[in-house]
């Protein structure tokens, strides 16, 4: 992701996005998005999936915002965890779900589903990193063991890593022993500590956009994110 970061979100769905988003207006305007419902207070320490904890929590709005409950829970657990291991950053749930709206349609794409576990099957891997179609060219860093691809990158998971990000950053959220980036708790929290050491204060307005840049390289993508996170900031689907 710090190169050129393409995953599933590339240059036509952008486009198809751009097209949905407008047909929602009004959306706020506000940079950075809202952060939406509040979250209660949770034990971001307990053993296992702590994001159950949040159940209710999402159960009461994942009608309102169209996305399901275990995602919305490993969104908010994400933003939990960084609200006190890193509380000068600030990020919202609404900004993770934004991003994995335009990524996986939270962890949905091409008829992929969460388990109770947050576990996305079947795995989401995006197209070969191999310098065509506007993707940056990104030979292979794992071995092929995240993407199954010897010769390029893919970006994996409902979050959309590239392999090399990903074993740098990834952390265990769920508590079963196992950094996964196909498991929905997994990804939103490495995404949400990727985006708070890129982008610093995500309460402002310059730190929110430095992350999102950090994230995919792309001035289209970031408004995207932005209106998605908007929409769900005000309980809205988007």
Same mark, same amino acid.
């Given at each position: 992701?710090? &190169?050129? +970061? &393409?995953?599933?979100?590339?240059? $036509?769905?952008?486009?198809?996005?751009?097209?949905?988003?407008?047909?929602?207006?009004?959306?706020?305007?506000?940079?950075?998005?809202?952060?939406?419902?509040?979250?209660?207070?949770?034990? $971001?320490?307990?053993?296992?999936?702590?994001?159950?904890?949040?159940?209710?929590?999402?159960?009461?709005?994942?009608?309102?915002?169209?996305?399901?409950? &275990?995602?919305?829970?490993?969104?908010? *657990?994400?933003? !939990? =965890?960084?609200? +006190?291991? +890193?509380?000068?950053?600030?990020?919202?749930?609404?900004?993770?779900?934004?991003?994995?709206? &335009?990524?996986?349609?939270?962890?949905?794409?091409?008829? !992929?589903?969460? #388990?109770?576990?947050?576990? =996305?099957?079947?795995?989401?891997?995006?197209?070969?990193?191999?310098?065509?179609?506007?993707?940056?060219?990104?030979? #292979?860093?794992?071995?092929?063991?995240? /993407?199954? /691809?010897?010769? *390029?990158?893919?970006?994996?998971?409902?979050?959309?890593?590239?392999?090399?990000?990903?074993?740098?950053?990834?952390? #265990?959220?769920?508590? /079963?022993? =196992?950094?996964?980036?196909?498991?929905? #708790? /997994?990804?939103?929290?490495?995404?949400?500590?990727?985006?708070?050491?890129?982008?610093?204060?995500?309460?402002?307005?310059?730190?929110?956009?430095?992350?999102?840049?950090? *994230?995919?390289?792309?001035?289209?993508?970031?408004? =995207?994110?932005?209106?998605?996170?908007?929409?769900?900031?005000?309980?809205?689907?988007?």
């Amino acid at each position: 992701m710090s &190169v050129q +970061k &393409v995953g599933i979100a590339a240059a $036509v769905a952008i486009t198809v996005l751009l097209a949905g988003c407008s047909s929602l207006a009004p959306i706020p305007d506000d940079m950075p998005p809202g952060p939406g419902v509040p979250l209660p207070a949770i034990d $971001v320490d307990a053993p296992g999936r702590a994001s159950a904890q949040l159940a209710d929590w999402a159960d009461e709005q994942s009608g309102a915002v169209g996305i399901e409950p &275990v995602a919305l829970q490993a969104y908010g *657990y994400a933003a !939990a =965890v960084l609200a +006190k291991s +890193k509380p000068d950053c600030g990020i919202a749930w609404t900004t993770i779900a934004g991003i994995a709206s &335009v990524e996986s349609a939270h962890g949905t794409h091409r008829g !992929a589903g969460i #388990d109770a576990a947050g576990n =996305v099957r079947p795995p989401i891997i995006g197209v070969a990193l191999d310098g065509t179609n506007n993707n940056a060219e990104i030979r #292979d860093t794992d071995k092929g063991r995240l /993407d199954n /691809d010897t010769t *390029y990158d893919r970006a994996v998971g409902p979050l959309q890593f590239i392999p090399e990000t990903w074993q740098r950053w990834g952390v #265990d959220a769920n508590g /079963d022993g =196992v950094i996964d980036p196909q498991n929905i #708790d /997994d990804a939103a929290l490495t995404a949400a500590r990727y985006l708070c050491t890129r982008g610093g204060n995500l309460t402002s307005a310059d730190g929110w956009q430095r992350a999102l840049f950090a *994230y995919n390289q792309s001035n289209k993508y970031m408004h =995207v994110v932005r209106d998605r996170a908007a929409l769900y900031s005000i309980g809205r689907r988007a």
